[in-house]
């Protein structure tokens, strides 16, 4: 089983940046895509960000308009998500995850099902 812990939410103001970060341990050497998703109060969970690993691809939801930036370190592990310009509707819990093997299209980085293990999650709360 690959264990996940995210840490870096916490509650900062509209126009604050943030950098979350997800550690992952167990079986690392099988993961592929790693990604971001957010669970805003009362919603479902939405796509935020994806990167593969080997080529360092990124993927990211459109709405967020580059925003936000995915990056990840192989060697620890670990994907990041750096959030700048940050607004109240950005709060929400913030869920790392990781895809064992590759995804085999585009469509596949934004898929919650793709997705084989999740973290606790992170709360992010954006004051206006």
């Known amino acids: 089983q690959v264990r996940l812990v995210e840490s870096g939410g916490g509650l900062v103001r509209a126009g604050d940046s943030l950098r979350l970060s997800c550690a992952a341990s167990g079986p690392t050497f099988s993961i592929g895509p790693m990604g971001w998703f957010r669970q805003p109060p009362g919603k479902e969970r939405e796509f935020v960000a994806a990167i593969s690993r080997s080529s360092g691809s990124t993927y990211d939801a459109g709405s967020l308009k580059g925003r936000f930036t995915i990056s990840r370190d192989n060697a620890k592990n670990t994907v990041y998500l750096q959030m700048s310009s940050l607004k109240p509707e950005d709060t929400a819990v913030y869920f790392c995850?990781?895809?064992?093997?590759?995804?085999?299209?585009?469509?596949?980085?934004?898929?919650?099902?793709?997705?084989?293990?999740w973290g606790q999650g992170t709360q992010v709360t954006v004051s206006s």
């Open positions: 995850a990781v895809k064992l093997g590759y995804c085999s299209s585009a469509g596949c980085y934004e898929q919650r099902n793709e997705y084989d293990f």
